[in-house]
Structure formats: C-alpha cells, structure tokens
Nanobody
Framework: DVQLQASGGGLVQAGGSLRLSCAVS????????MSWIRQAPGKEREVVSC?????????YADSVKGRFTISSDSNTENAVFLQMNSLKPEDTSVYYC?????????WGQGTQVTVSS
C-alpha cells in the first residue's frame, strides 16, 4: 500500500521558517508527481508546490514563489520536503502531501502550520 506521512508543522512567528517532511512508502511506479497542498478553514484548497518525479519539473503557486522550496531525498526518494521561509500569517493552513499517478491519488494526513503576526 502507498502511504504518505507528513510532519514538521508547528507555530512560528511571521518571517520565520519551517520545513515540512513527507515520508513516502509503497510507491513502485516511475511516473508520478508529489505535491504539497494546503487548505485553510473557509478557503479553497491550494496546490502550493508540485514536483514531477519523471522529468523533475517543479511548480510553485504565485503566493509562495521565492519563499518555499520543494525537494526530495536524492538518495532514497522516499521523502519529499517543503522548506518554507519568510512565512506570513496567510500561510496558516493545514498542509497535505499528495502523490498523483495513473495508479492512484494518494494523500497523507495533514500537518498544521500556524504563522502568528
């Protein structure tokens, strides 16, 4: 079974940094995309960043460009990270890691990020 386990959320002051981690297990196919998606209460779900494992292409939402960086474990490719710098109160949300492939759409549990002003 494919399992994704997100961690690293917490409470941070505006301007601070957090690093989210997503431990990935059970993915045996080559062509898939890993994403970080957030959703705050009363707001629409937003794809924050996405990385294609097949061609390495990366996407960032305009709201996080220049502040967030997605990466993967280069050795094992069993983890995906989201480095979040210069955090703003509007970044407060539950962050989910997601794996999307032809084989299925896989979600980890969310991790709460709260940015205080």
């Amino acid at each position: 079974d494919v399992q994704l386990q997100a961690s690293g959320g917490g409470l941070v002051q505006a301007g601070g940094s957090l690093r989210l981690s997503c431990a990935v297990s059970g993915i045996t196919f080559d062509d898939y995309a890993m994403s970080w998606i957030r959703q705050a209460p009363g707001k629409e779900r937003e794809v924050v960043s996405c990385m294609s494992k097949s061609d390495g292409s990366i996407y960032y939402a305009d709201s996080v460009k220049g502040r967030f960086t997605i990466s993967s474990d280069s050795n094992t490719e069993n983890a995906v990270f989201l480095q979040m710098n210069s955090l703003k109160p509007e970044d407060t949300s539950v962050y989910y890691c997601n794996g999307l492939a032809i084989e299925g759409n896989y979600w980890g549990q969310g991790t709460q990020v709260t940015v205080s002003s």
